[in-house]
């Protein structure tokens, strides 16, 4: 199986900051990678598809970026509704995983 | 509008068993691919199953066995069949809308329904 793993686990952050997460692959996932918000007790929301595409109604200030084994979600400027739980997800090799999520918290 | 929506989770023992539905608008559960997710209470997303259109089920190995996906196309509704459960299956379990054509991304999403496994 292949193991996805985000970095950092946590981050604080203040509303406006630009920040970035960033997702590794065990192994080459090529550009099958997803990104996903989730805020508490609600499902979870695509974000970005195929590494760097941007999913109808998402706003511009979330961008996607990179291939093979290391992946990257930025966020521009940081809003109030921004605060959230992210996870990447490989969609290149059944089963296809999940990284553990990265929380980004209000500083 | 896609709209999912998950029904049947509850409270089981150990070992008991549980079947899942999902039923579906907006589009045809069996011209799609299909998933199963879940998320264990304050843990993170985990994979457990897909159905392809064709019908091909995949399956987590942490259920590998236990597990069964299928579909009503009558009902327009997904199942996860759930065996020999166990604590660690205790969960939200999430049905999704797997798109090819979107990277065999999670498009859309239902609301989730619980499942607690008691021993």
């Known amino acids: 199986d292949i193991q996805m793993t985000q970095s950092p686990s946590s981050l604080s952050a203040s509303v406006g900051d630009r920040v970035s997460l960033t997702c590794r692959a065990s192994?080459?996932?090529?550009?099958?990678l997803s990104w996903y918000q989730q805020k508490p007790g609600e499902a979870p929301r695509l974000l970005i598809y195929?590494?760097?595409s941007l999913q109808n109604g998402v706003p511009s200030r979330f961008s996607g970026s990179g291939s093979g084994t290391e992946f990257t979600l930025t966020i521009s400027r940081l809003q109030p509704e921004d605060f959230a739980t992210y996870y990447c997800?490989?969609?290149?090799?059944?089963?296809?995983?999940f990284g553990q999520g990265t929380k980004v918290e209000i500083k | 509008e896609v709209r999912l929506v998950e029904s049947g989770g509850g409270l089981v023992q150990r070992g008991g068993s549980l079947t899942l539905s999902c039923g579906a608008s907006?589009?045809?559960?069996?011209?799609?691919?299909m998933t199963w997710v879940r998320q264990a209470p304050g843990k993170g997303l985990e994979w457990v199953s897909v159905?392809?259109?064709?019908?091909?089920?995949y399956y987590a190995d942490s259920v590998q066995g236990r597990f069964t996906v299928s579909r009503d196309k009558s009902k327009n509704t997904l199942y996860l069949q759930m065996n020999s459960l166990r604590t660690e299956d205790t969960a939200i379990y999430y049905c999704?809308?797997?798109?090819?054509?979107?990277?065999?991304?999670?498009?859309?999403w239902g609301q989730g329904t619980l499942v607690t496994v008691s021993s």
């Open positions: 999704a809308r797997d798109d090819p054509a979107f990277s065999s991304s999670l498009i859309n």
């Open positions: 907006g589009f045809i559960v069996t011209n799609n691919y």
């Open positions: 159905i392809q259109s064709l019908g091909s089920a």
């Open positions: 192994q080459s996932v090529s550009r099958y």
């Open positions: 195929g590494t760097s």
């Open positions: 997800q490989q969609s290149y090799s059944i089963p296809y995983t």
